[in-house]
């Protein structure tokens, strides 16, 4: 066993946080709770400064701290001010398909793990669904069927992929599915723009829609475990399928 820690001795250095940051801490708080709503401005510079006990200087260093998480976007002039701004999903996904590519991630890797989050959604989706969603899916697909081209057919079935994420009403597998979701359907539209409106896209397009009307209907029957495998499958399948069109794996080869 080893020896307890003797307290009394040496030293250890605390950092104690900058009066800006607690500032800065204070604020987020209030904006990531929907204390304040997006659009609306933060009180003006001398009620903060009240409010706060602190300088000027120590709150305009909490407001571009905020800023720079974009949760607010400061404008100058007579009639500016610190706008807020609350966490955006497409700014994480960007940060995430960064963090990704940092770390050697591939769009394999990308599409294992949406076939992992979106297989658990549909399956938590069928056993939970009501009369509501299936209505919500089946426009869904009517809308991807009808569409005139192959773009609009595209990101119909992209939306349809999130439709199913966001009604299985997870909202860590939401926010999950939403960061690996922006790479994968940057992937998707890549391969359409590299094919073109070949033989091939049309056979996948037609594939999607069957799968995803096999999809609603194990859902309607509150099959989860077949509306799970399906889901995997397919998308499994898709994965091989980009990867024979696109150049390359990297994931930040993909990005706008």
Not at 7 to 27: C, D, F, T, Y
Not at 31 to 41: M, N, P, S, Y
Not at 87 to 112: I, K, N, Q
Request: net charge neutral; hydrophobic share 40%.
């Amino acid at each position: 066993m080893s020896p307890a820690k003797d307290l009394h001795s040496g030293s250890e250095q605390v950092r104690v946080p900058k009066a800006a940051e607690l500032v800065a801490a204070r604020l987020r708080k209030n904006i990531i709770r929907g204390e304040v709503r997006e659009g609306d401005f933060l009180p003006p510079e001398a009620t903060l400064l009240s409010r706060f006990g602190v300088s000027r200087p120590t709150l305009r260093e909490a407001l571009r701290v905020l800023e720079a998480e974009n949760l607010i976007e400061v404008r100058r002039g007579s009639r500016g001010g610190a706008r807020v701004k609350p966490p955006d999903g497409e700014m994480a996904a960007r940060y995430t398909a960064f963090l990704l590519e940092y770390r050697s991630a591939t769009l394999s890797d990308v599409f294992e793990a949406a076939a992992t989050i979106e297989s658990a959604c549909v399956s938590s989706l069928a056993r939970r669904r009501t009369p509501e969603d299936l209505i919500r899916l089946k426009e869904a697909i009517d809308s991807e069927e009808a569409a005139d081209d192959l773009a609009d057919s595209l990101r119909a079935q992209n939306q349809f992929h999130t439709l199913v994420v966001q009604l299985s009403g997870n909202v860590t597998l939401i926010a999950l599915s939403e960061m690996v979701r922006r790479v994968i359907d940057t992937a998707t539209r890549r391969g359409l723009e590299r094919e073109g409106q070949s033989i091939r896209q049309l056979q996948a397009r037609h594939k999607s829609d069957q799968t995803h009307r096999m999809l609603l209907d194990y859902i309607t029957d509150s099959d989860a475990e077949a509306a799970a495998r399906l889901w995997a499958r397919h998308l499994r399948e898709t994965s091989k399928y980009l990867r024979s069109i696109l150049d390359t794996e990297d994931v930040l080869d993909l990005l706008d």
